[in-house]
């Protein structure tokens, strides 16, 4: 299993950014899909999951700003950040459980600043 996540960048406060994590080496519709973040300093915690029913949660920070989507025909899993703020400045990896185990992509680093 490997999960490549892509997208981030630079963004000024109240900007948007989408992410995307293409994946690979499984049967992606059947497995739910997260994304992590992980801020300097932080513990990495969970921002959003979708299940492969396509039911979505998200961490309170980010309802309303942030939607998890995925293509089960592309293998793609997507993230769509708006009115970023500085705060969620962090390093965002996919992760799957695949299987009984757990898969994370290599990161990919927003960063919000003006």
């Known amino acids: 299993v490997q999960l490549q996540a892509s997208g981030g960048g630079h963004v000024q406060p109240g900007g948007s950014l989408r992410l995307s994590c293409a994946a690979s080496?499984?049967?992606?519709?059947?497995?739910?899909m997260d994304w992590y973040r992980q801020a300097p300093g932080k513990e990495r915690e969970l921002v959003a999951s979708i299940s492969t029913g396509g039911s979505t949660n998200y961490a309170d920070s980010v309802k309303g700003r942030f939607f998890i989507s995925r293509d089960n025909v592309q293998r793609t899993l997507y993230l769509q950040m708006n009115s970023l703020n500085t705060e969620d400045t962090a390093v965002y990896y996919c992760?799957?459980?695949?299987?009984?185990?757990?898969?994370w992509g290599r990161g990919t680093q927003v960063t919000v600043s003006s």
């Open positions: 992760k799957t459980q695949y299987w009984g185990n757990d898969y």
């Open positions: 080496g499984m049967n992606f519709k059947i497995a739910g």
